[in-house]
């Protein structure tokens, strides 16, 4: 079984630009997460979708942040700008159903820097 | 609401030696607690969790945990420590509750020294 598939790997571009993320869940896992980790810091919450719904999005920051999952699968991150504080690595996960029962499976992630 | 505490951000052992990274947790309802290791330039892996059943929480690679509700704490300990243990740990709490998320402790490093 395949795991969570995070691109690109490594991301590097200058402040300003916009940039996207891209996470394939496991198959059948209806839940996904976007967390940010910041150097040196535990991950984040940025969103959870159950399906294609956005039911958590409190700690997304809005105004330049944005985030889909098309049909329940796939999902995109995407900043627009970008700012010098993004840089971080960004985390997908995916569970079936909650956390408590059945955990989480984590991607390798995308290491964002903004220069 | 939940939180955790990892006391020490940084631990050194040496090879053989007793591995104990100490996670303090906040709930105001029984918490599920996991523990999970990050490797350099890779995501997290899980090592154990706690969901009520058994306080003594066995993992994978040797590593075991023991809820304590008494002294709020989840510390994962390991017997013999060994080089490929080097990595990020980390402490996540979450409620036995759909809809809810992971919360992570800021992290412990742990060092092996040969």
């Known amino acids: 079984e395949a795991g969570v598939v995070q691109s690109p790997r490594y991301k590097i571009i200058e402040k300003k630009q916009p940039v996207a993320f891209w996470c394939n869940p496991i198959?059948?896992?209806?839940?996904l997460y976007w967390y940010r980790q910041n150097l040196g810091q535990g991950p984040e919450l940025l969103i959870r979708y159950e399906n294609e719904e956005a039911v958590d999005d409190s700690q997304l920051p809005k105004d330049r942040f944005s985030a889909e999952r098309l049909k329940g699968v796939d999902s995109t991150l995407k900043i627009q700008p970008a700012e010098l504080g993004d840089s971080a690595v960004y985390l997908c996960?995916?569970?079936?159903?909650?956390?408590?029962?059945?955990?989480?499976?984590f991607g390798s992630g995308t290491r964002l820097t903004v220069v | 609401a939940q939180s955790v505490t990892q006391l020490g951000s940084h631990v050194s052992v040496s090879e053989g030696a007793l591995v104990l990274l100490r996670c303090n947790y906040s709930s105001s309802v029984p918490p599920y607690l996991f523990w999970y290791v990050q490797y350099p330039n890779q995501g997290l892996q899980l090592l154990l969790k706690y969901t009520s059943a058994a306080t003594l929480v066995k993992g994978i690679n040797g590593f075991e945990a023991e809820f304590k509700k008494s002294e709020t704490s989840f510390h994962l300990t390991k017997p013999s420590a060994h080089m490929s243990d080097a990595a990020e740990y980390f402490c996540?709490?979450?409620?036995?509750?759909?809809?809810?998320?992971?919360?992570f402790g800021k992290g412990t490093t742990l060092s092996v020294s040969s």
């Open positions: 996960a995916s569970s079936l159903g909650g956390a408590a029962n059945y955990g989480y499976t």
């Open positions: 996540a709490v979450t409620l036995n509750q759909a809809g809810t998320a992971l919360i």
């Open positions: 198959s059948g896992h209806n839940t």
